[in-house]
Each structure stands twice: as structure tokens, then as C-alpha cells.
């Protein structure tokens, strides 16, 4: 029987009324009900933050790790089970913020995994600070002159460092968000989603309204060419990043099928019956 949005509900949510954390976590479920995936077949790893909750709220496996750390986790569960679909989950200052070391290097790493990055351009669950993608200039309770720092630009970022596939979707677009989110996690390697999630408690520029009137749709530009390098950055650059859609996709292998003696069966599912003689050499090295 296929897995219904009843399967995948976890804990009950404290996120905000009209956060638009909602509407992402039901893309991703709305994309792994699509993609036909049991909720035994996918793993939810995140960060901290009021995003980074994703992984109790939802019914599968979760991994709730440190700040600034999911994508480290994520990685080894994937590279320990390939059969799995990992899914890492967390908000700006999560992943542009603490976590951006982390971040370059799983795009230019290219583990087959998804990363959705919920956007909000605020650290919402600390009440109100400036976080990396809030605008320069964005007055908040850390900078209550205006901050005096130019943005982080996540798609920028991404494209930089090597990513093989870069989208963007809007929280108040959960079709298209679904659409986005579901041919990321079928994409094989690292593909990142970087999802407008307005907070609507302590960011009242960055609203609902705010992104309905500025985004364009990338899939609106006629003769966008998703493979083109050059024309992403063009594009992101001309919009100031409020574009939706795939900027970017490149045919790459991913990271496992560099490793020399990478097994064909997951470690996971391997039986691990080490012999005596082993076990001693293992705790002879340890002493």
C-alpha cells in the first residue's frame, strides 16, 4: 500500500501559525508520497534552529543533530547506506551561518543526497536576530541601526562551490515546491533546495507578500538552458536571487563511485560477524 501524508506525521509542530515551515515540511512529504517512498526508506536529518524540528515532526527516520551539523551526518548515512533516501534539513543560519564550511564542501563533495534549506532570512527561534541572508541594511535586534554586512547569496554559494543541481522554490508555492523537492531527491548527487519559508513573528520584510510580488518563475524565461553554468549565474545575479525553479543541473558522478573499495552492498545490510582473530587485532591496535 503506498505511504500517505498519515504515515509520514510525526510529533505535533510548535512552529508558529502561518510559519512557512508548514508548507515545506509538506512538500517533502508531498514529494516522497509522490516519489512512491515508504517512510522506512527515507532518512530526515537536521539542524538546529526552529527548522531544524523537521526531523520530529515528520515519520521517518530522523537524526536531530548539533548547530551547523546535519550535513556532516547526513553524508555518512548516505555513504552507509546507498539504498536510503537522505534527506538534511535546516534554516540560513544553520546552513549558510555556523554550517557553511560544511555546506561548500558537500556541493563540490557530490554525495548522492537532497539538502532543503528552510529560508527565512532570520533566526527565528532565538527571537529575531540577523542571520546570513538577511539583506544588508536588515534591522533586527542585533543590528537595530541596520546591518552593515552584504548577504550570503545561497545560490551563488552553491554554484560556486560546485553543486550539481541548484533550485529555489517559495513556501507559498507548495506545488511547485513539491514538483522542486521531488526531482532533488531523484537527482543523483548532492542537490540543494532553497526554500523562501517566510517567519511571519519576526521578519515583517521578507512576508509572504514580499516574495509573491518579487519572484519570478525561472521556468517563465524562454530558452533557459538549466545545464548552462553561466546562464544560472546570470540569472541570479539579474533577479538578485528571487527566481524559483531549477537554476542549475549537471550530469556528475557522485561521490561513492570514487572510492576504491566501496562496497556493493550497504554496510547496513551487510552481516558483521567478525571472526575472534579479527576482533583481537581490532582491540590489539586500540591499546
Excluded at 504515515?7 to 512538500?27: E, I
Excluded at 542585533?142 to 552584504?150: A, C, L, M, Y
Excluded at 538578485?240 to 542549475?248: A, E, P, R, T
Amino acid at each position: 500500500m503506498a505511504a500517505s501524508l498519515k504515515d509520514y506525521r510525526g510529533d505535533v509542530s510548535t512552529w508558529c501559525p502561518g510559519c512557512g515551515h508548514f508548507s515545506v515540511m509538506a512538500g517533502i512529504q508531498k514529494a516522497l508520497i509522490k516519489l512512491e517512498l515508504e517512510p522506512h526508506e527515507v532518512a530526515v536529518v537536521s539542524g538546529i534552529g526552529c527548522s531544524g524540528k523537521v526531523s520530529e515532526y515528520m515519520r521517518a527516520y530522523g537524526f536531530h543533530t548539533l548547530h551547523g551539523r546535519s550535513l556532516p551526518v547526513a553524508q555518512a548515512v548516505k555513504l552507509a547506506n546507498r539504498d536510503m533516501k537522505v534527506i538534511a534539513s535546516g534554516g540560513d543560519g544553520d546552513g549558510y551561518g555556523i554550517g557553511a564550511g560544511h555546506f561548500t564542501h558537500a556541493a563540490r563533495r557530490n554525495v548522492d543526497m537532497t539538502y532543503v534549506v528552510m529560508d527565512n532570512r532570520i533566526y527565528g527561534l532565538t527571537k529575531g536576530q540577523t542571520s546570513p541572508t538577511s539583506a544588508q541594511g536588515f534591522q533586527s535586534k542585533t543590528s537595530p541601526e541596520g546591518s552593515g554586512e552584504r548577504e550570503v547569496k545561497p545560490l551563488e554559494l552553491a554554484l560556486g562551490a560546485g553543486a550539481s543541481f541548484v533550485a529555489q522554490a517559495f513556501s507559498g508555492d507548495i506545488k511547485r515546491l513539491t514538483e522542486l523537492i521531488s526531482i532533488a531527491v531523484e537527482h543523483p548527487g548532492f542537490a540543494l533546495v532553497n526554500v523562501f519559508s517566510p517567519c511571519v513573528t519576526y521578519n515583517k520584510v521578507n512576508t509572504y507578500e514580499f516574495f509573491k510580488e518579487n519572484i519570478i518563475d525561472i521556468q517563465d524565461i524562454e530558452g533557459y538552458d538549466v545545464t548552462n553554468k553561466a546562464h544560472a549565474y546570470e540569472k541570479v545575479i539579474e533577479t538578485d536571487g528571487l527566481v524559483q525553479g531549477i537554476l542549475y543541473q549537471q550530469a556528475r558522478p557522485a561521490y561513492h563511485t570514487y572510492l576504491s573499495g566501496y562496497p556493493e552492498k550497504p554496510v547496513t545490510a551487510q552481516e558483521l560477524k567478525p571472526s575472534q582473530d579479527t576482533l583481537d587485532e581490532l582491540w590489539a591496535s586500540f591499546k
